[in-house]
């Protein structure tokens, strides 16, 4: 059973934004951390950002700092990821992923994460 679901993905030229949600479908979610990752076509998954349930504090990819807003709305089980002045190296598919426990919480890592949504597509042109 799908425990995180995504949407707001698309096509958009460079310079432009998108904001992605995701969101758990059946009940509220509650875990330590809260992160998007994303994979380009023949690229390893990377990760993107990454939210804290205690403290609400975020950290970002050096790639998309500055450019992208991570947040989280607790009462519609929902984080948002605004991505703005998109660029053609941001094209991937970008998942949603949940974890318990996160060693370092600067970087988080891809096996540290338990949860995770099925994805969805991002493509910027150029």
């Known amino acids: 059973q799908v425990q995180l679901e995504e949407s707001g993905g698309g096509s958009v030229q460079a310079g432009g934004s998108l904001r992605l949600s995701c969101a758990h479908s059946?009940?509220?979610?509650?875990?330590?951390?809260m992160a998007w990752f994303r994979q380009a076509p023949g690229e390893e998954r990377e990760w993107v950002a990454v939210i804290y349930t205690s403290g609400g504090a975020t950290y970002y990819a050096d790639s998309v700092k500055g450019r992208f807003t991570l947040s989280r709305d607790n009462g519609r089980n929902t984080v948002y990821l605004r991505m703005n002045s998109l660029q053609p190296e941001d094209t991937a598919m970008y998942y949603c992923?949940?974890?318990?426990?996160?060693?370092?919480?600067?970087?988080?890592?891809?096996?540290?994460?338990?949860?995770w949504g099925q994805g969805t597509q991002v493509t910027v042109s150029s």
């Open positions: 059946g009940y509220k979610l509650n875990r330590p951390a």
């Open positions: 992923a949940a974890a318990l426990y996160i060693s370092r919480p600067s970087s988080p890592l891809e096996r540290e994460f338990r949860y």
